[in-house]
């Protein structure tokens, strides 16, 4: 099994959001993906309840996963993705201590950059692979990205912090989706919301495969030195 987590101490830079959406493209893959809903603001509980599916699982954890992980181990879950509060308390270090890959979004602003570094500090500390996802971006003209993103990506670059390569647009589909219970790539597979969440997904993939030892362990990750 793999361990997702979504971190970062900024609030609303993303995590939930991103989690719900990829434990729906997950899901409708065909693998048995488990939730953990480990921030007391129950913001994936919440759009797990508007589901009404039961699927994926959801587990709500306020006092470490280990646990839960334990249990979805042994019931053969694949994937495992987490929800972290937005701050850098002991049950996102236990969650950043089992991931197979951080996942730290990040919007473009100095205040959210700023904050990716604590999560960093503590990814680099238990030597966990980590990558910052960009979200809320402005869209793409043209097939280019915005000029401000480039500048923003080339500065996370140069502090030595791998970041992947697409973006998520500022997109109102997102939280529409949410707010009916589904991921993008459910309430319309055709739409570029969808598009880049499958992108990221397949990034993701890539990059757990990159370690356990595939491609020359080359991913969007990098395992904090
Ligand atoms: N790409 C996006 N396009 C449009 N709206 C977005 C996007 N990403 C997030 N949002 C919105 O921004 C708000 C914050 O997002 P979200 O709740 O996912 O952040 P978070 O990091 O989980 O916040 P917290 O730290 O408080 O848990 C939500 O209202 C969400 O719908
Ligand atoms: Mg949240």
């Not at 990205?145 to 500022?170: D, H, K």
């Amino acid at each position: 099994m793999d361990v997702l987590v979504f971190a970062s101490r900024k609030g609303g830079s993303g995590k939930s959001t991103l989690s719900a959406h990829l434990a729906a493209r997950v899901s409708q893959a065909g693998y048995r993906c488990l939730l953990i809903d480990a921030d007391p603001q129950g913001s994936l509980a919440l759009w797990h309840g508007l589901r009404g599916t039961g699927d994926p699982a959801l587990r709500k954890s306020r006092s470490g996963i280990s646990d839960i992980l334990k249990v979805a181990r042994r019931d053969e879950y694949k994937w495992a993705l987490v929800d972290t509060p937005p701050n850098t308390s002991a049950a996102v270090v236990d969650a950043i201590r089992a991931a197979t890959l951080v996942i730290i979004p990040a919007r473009l602003t100095v205040f959210d950059l700023a904050a990716i570094r604590d999560t960093i500090e503590i990814a680099r500390e238990y030597k966990k692979p980590y990558a910052v996802v960009i979200n809320g971006a402005p869209a793409l003209r043209d097939n280019t990205e915005s000029q401000y993103v480039t500048e923003v990506r080339e500065a996370i670059a140069r502090l030595n912090v791998p970041i992947w390569s697409g973006q998520i647009t500022n997109r109102a589909a997102y939280s529409l989706a949410l707010e009916s219970g589904e991921g993008v790539t459910e309430y319309d597979a055709a739409s570029p919301a969808s598009d880049e969440i499958n992108r990221l997904w397949t990034a993701i993939e890539k990059s757990v495969k990159a370690i356990h030892g595939a491609y020359g362990g080359a991913g969007m990750h990098r395992v904090a030195a």
